[in-house]
C-alpha cells in the first residue's frame, strides 16, 4: 500500500511557512521548538526531499517544498471543511479583541482576513485603545484577547511581531543641526512616549518640541513634512521621506515588541485556534512592512529589547 502522509506534519509544516519562524509556529501548537524541529525532519525522511533551508534570515522553501505547501494546503482545507461538515458546530460566539490604536489598520488588513477565512462563525468585536488601557480590561473581563506593546514588566506574553523604534529625521531636511532640535512628542500614556522623552533626556541635546498628538500616525506625518524629529515604529516610516537620525546623535537600538495577552475565563481550544490566527497573520503583517522598510540597510546598530 501506498504510504500515507500525516495530516498533523503538514498541519505543522505549514504554520511553520506561514509563521516563518519554527519558534513562532511552536508557540502556536504549545509544542516545544525541538518537537516541532522533530517533526519537520520526520516530514523529510518520509518525503525524502529536503523541504526547507535556514539561515540568520529565515526559511527559504526548497521547491520540493514549494510543491508540498500547495498540496497541504488543499490538504488541510479539505480536511477542515469535512470536519465542519460532520461537526454539531464549529468554534462560534462572540470574542471581544483590544487592539492598539495605531495598529488597528494592521488589524483589519492582516489579522481580520485570517480570522474571518479560519474562523467563519466567529462574530468579532473590536475595541481600540491604549495598550496600557487595553491591559486594565482584560484584567477586569471587559476584554477577551488584546495585542499590547511589551513593558519591561511583561512576562509571559505571547510575541507576536516586532519592529524597531526609530530616532527619524525628515530627508529634505537636517533639521539636527539647528540650534535646538524640533521634536514631535507622542501625547498619549505609552511606552514609545516613555521611550522617547528618556532618549531626549539622556542624550543632553537641546529640544524644542514643536509638534504633539496622541496619534502616532500624525507624529510621524510631521516627520515626513520635514517639520520635527521624533522616535517612530518603522512600519511608520515611508520611503524616500525619512533617514535614520546619525547614531551619535541619538542612539536608535529599542526593538517594540508587540504581544498577545488574553483573559483567564478564555477556553483553551479557542486560545489556540485564536493564537493560530493571530501567528499566521504576524508573519504576513511583518514580511509586508518589511519589504517597504525604509532603513533596512546594512550596518545597522544591534537592537535591545525594552
Request: with cysteine; aromatic share 4%; glycine share 4%.
Given at each position: 500500500?501506498?504510504?500515507?502522509?500525516?495530516?498533523?506534519?503538514?498541519r505543522?509544516?505549514?504554520?511553520?511557512?506561514?509563521?516563518?519562524?519554527?519558534?513562532k509556529?511552536?508557540?502556536?501548537?504549545?509544542?516545544?521548538?525541538?518537537?516541532v524541529?522533530?517533526?519537520?525532519?520526520?516530514?523529510?525522511?518520509?518525503?525524502?526531499s529536503?523541504?526547507?533551508?535556514?539561515?540568520?534570515?529565515?526559511?527559504?522553501?526548497?521547491?520540493?517544498?514549494?510543491?508540498?505547501?500547495?498540496?497541504?494546503?488543499?490538504?488541510?482545507?479539505?480536511?477542515?471543511?469535512?470536519?465542519?461538515?460532520?461537526?454539531?458546530?464549529?468554534?462560534?460566539?462572540q470574542?471581544?479583541?483590544?487592539?492598539p490604536?495605531?495598529?488597528?489598520?494592521?488589524?483589519?488588513n492582516f489579522?481580520?482576513p485570517?480570522?474571518?477565512?479560519?474562523?467563519?462563525?466567529?462574530?468579532?468585536?473590536?475595541?481600540?485603545?491604549?495598550?496600557?488601557?487595553?491591559?486594565k480590561?482584560?484584567?477586569?473581563?471587559?476584554?477577551d484577547?488584546a495585542?499590547?506593546?511589551?513593558?519591561?514588566?511583561?512576562?509571559?506574553?505571547?510575541?507576536l511581531?516586532?519592529?524597531?523604534?526609530i530616532w527619524?529625521?525628515?530627508?529634505?531636511?537636517?533639521?539636527?543641526?539647528?540650534?535646538?532640535?524640533?521634536v514631535?512628542?507622542?501625547?498619549?500614556?505609552?511606552?514609545?512616549?516613555?521611550l522617547c522623552l528618556?532618549?531626549l533626556?539622556?542624550?543632553?541635546?537641546?529640544?524644542?518640541?514643536v509638534?504633539?498628538?496622541?496619534?502616532?500616525?500624525?507624529?510621524?506625518?510631521?516627520?515626513?513634512?520635514?517639520?520635527?524629529?521624533?522616535?517612530?515604529?518603522?512600519?511608520?516610516?515611508?520611503?524616500?521621506?525619512t533617514?535614520?537620525?546619525?547614531?551619535?546623535?541619538?542612539?536608535s537600538?529599542?526593538?517594540?515588541?508587540?504581544?498577545?495577552?488574553?483573559?483567564?475565563?478564555?477556553?483553551?481550544?479557542?486560545?489556540k485556534?485564536?493564537?493560530?490566527?493571530?501567528?499566521?497573520?504576524?508573519?504576513?503583517?511583518?514580511?509586508?512592512?518589511l519589504?517597504?522598510s525604509?532603513?533596512?540597510?546594512p550596518?545597522?546598530?544591534?537592537?535591545t529589547?525594552?
Amino acid at each position: 500500500m501506498d504510504p500515507l502522509l500525516d495530516l498533523e506534519l503538514l498541519r505543522t509544516f505549514v504554520l511553520v511557512v506561514r509563521t516563518g519562524e519554527l519558534k513562532k509556529a511552536a508557540k502556536a501548537i504549545y509544542r516545544s521548538h525541538a518537537a516541532v524541529s522533530m517533526q519537520m525532519k520526520r516530514l523529510e525522511e518520509q518525503l525524502g526531499s529536503c523541504l526547507m533551508e535556514r539561515s540568520n534570515r529565515g526559511i527559504r522553501l526548497t521547491e520540493a517544498g514549494k510543491t508540498l505547501l500547495s498540496y497541504s494546503e488543499q490538504f488541510l482545507k479539505l480536511n477542515n471543511a469535512a470536519l465542519s461538515a460532520l461537526a454539531a458546530k464549529d468554534l462560534s460566539g462572540q470574542l471581544s479583541f483590544g487592539i492598539p490604536t495605531d495598529y488597528a489598520q494592521d488589524f483589519l488588513n492582516f489579522f481580520m482576513p485570517v480570522l474571518t477565512r479560519e474562523l467563519p462563525n466567529l462574530e468579532a468585536k473590536i475595541v481600540c485603545d491604549r495598550s496600557r488601557n487595553l491591559r486594565k480590561q482584560v484584567d477586569a473581563g471587559e476584554l477577551d484577547i488584546a495585542i499590547v506593546a511589551g513593558e519591561a514588566e511583561s512576562i509571559d506574553e505571547m510575541l507576536l511581531w516586532n519592529e524597531r523604534l526609530i530616532w527619524s529625521a525628515p530627508v529634505c531636511a537636517r533639521l539636527e543641526d539647528q540650534e535646538e532640535m524640533p521634536v514631535a512628542i507622542h501625547e498619549d500614556n505609552c511606552i514609545v512616549r516613555d521611550l522617547c522623552l528618556a532618549g531626549l533626556k539622556k542624550a543632553n541635546i537641546p529640544h524644542r518640541q514643536v509638534f504633539g498628538s496622541p496619534v502616532l500616525e500624525n507624529v510621524a506625518t510631521a516627520v515626513h513634512a520635514g517639520f520635527a524629529i521624533s522616535l517612530l515604529p518603522e512600519s511608520l516610516l515611508i520611503p524616500g521621506k525619512t533617514r535614520m537620525l546619525p547614531t551619535h546623535i541619538l542612539n536608535s537600538n529599542l526593538v517594540l515588541k508587540m504581544n498577545m495577552i488574553y483573559s483567564a475565563s478564555i477556553d483553551e481550544q479557542v486560545l489556540k485556534r485564536i493564537s493560530e490566527c493571530l501567528l499566521i497573520a504576524s508573519g504576513t503583517q511583518k514580511k509586508a512592512h518589511l519589504m517597504v522598510s525604509p532603513v533596512s540597510q546594512p550596518g545597522y546598530p544591534d537592537t535591545t529589547d525594552i
